[in-house]
């Protein structure tokens, strides 16, 4: 074995190679990380059509978009990362792999990493399509758009690792996500703007894993959000994902469920 390998990065890489190879294997796990967040920001126009977005100051694209990057995130990172982790503890590959030189921060990072990365073009390519066919200009505050797609990928990795550490068998991975897809389509702006929700009900939903990532997105296009309300979301953001990484230190379980 090179150098290079016995690195962490180069362990992690090692990893990832396989981990795709096996990813482009599952046809299922395809299907549904590369199709359904496509398909769904076609849903959100047809809704956007029936509400008075100019009450919440936006326009059809700056909904869709975020939608987009916020569906990705959830079918191509966390659902199918629910299901590898899963997948790979039950065939007991987590296990032997502990018995090598890689660490378990680099066992999770490295089995990620494909999913992560799919993720992450498929958002551009969708953040590429809804600037072009819905005519949106360039975004006013890029950097807020870079910082929560970033900590999106990241927060969707490690809740997805959480979600793994109670789901026990591979076909319970397909029902274990649903209650946090269901959740953030509905709660995190994706479909309705929390604008348009009553007060109340719109702080509750602030405080969502995909919210901040959200909300950081469609600022980055809008402009609109002030330097408190962008605080909120990187403290919001920036708890849940270290609430997933000490759940994950406490609860991950390498072994299959018996």
């Known amino acids: ?6 690195t962490p990065a180069g362990r992690m890489t090692s990893l990832a ?8 294997r599952s046809k299922g796990t395809l299907f549904a990380a590369l199709f359904v967040p496509l398909v769904l920001p076609l849903s959100v126009r047809s809704a956007a059509e029936e ?9 059809t694209g700056e909904l869709v978009l975020p939608a987009a990057v916020g569906f990705s995130l959830l079918f191509a990172v966390y659902s199918s990362l629910v299901g590898v982790y899963v997948v790979r503890r039950e065939e007991l590959v987590l296990k032997r792999l502990r018995t090598g030189e890689l660490r378990d921060a680099e066992i999770l990072a490295g089995s990620a990493l494909p999913a992560v990365l799919t993720g992450l073009a498929q958002c551009l390519l969708l ?3 809804c600037t ?16 929560g797609l970033l900590l999106g990928l990241v927060i969707s990795a490690a809740l ?27 709660g995190s702006g994706m479909f309705v ?13 602030e405080l969502l894993p995909l919210t901040p990532v959200v909300s950081l997105v469609r600022g980055g296009w809008t402009g609109g959000l002030t330097a408190g309300e962008t605080l909120q979301a990187l403290t919001v953001a920036l ?12 609860r991950f379980r390498w072994e299959p469920r018996r």
Request: aromatic share 4%; charged share 15%; proline share 6%.
């Open 1 to 6: 074995m090179s150098t290079t390998s016995t």
């Open 17 to 24: 190679r396989a981990e795709m190879t096996l990813l482009g």
């Open 51 to 59: 509400m008075d977005l100019a009450e919440a100051g936006l326009t």
């Open 127 to 129: 953040i590429t399509g």
């Open 132 to 147: 072009v066919l819905l005519d949106l200009s360039a975004p006013s505050a890029p950097h807020l758009a870079v910082l």
């Open 160 to 186: 997805a690792a959480v979600t793994a550490s109670w789901t026990r068998t591979g076909e319970s991975a397909q029902v274990t996500p649903m209650p946090l897809l269901i959740v953030s389509m509905l």
């Open 193 to 205: 703007p929390l604008e348009l929700f009553p007060d109340r009900l719109a702080s509750v939903c």
């Open 239 to 250: 708890a849940w994902t270290a609430l997933a990484v000490f759940a994950v230190r406490r």
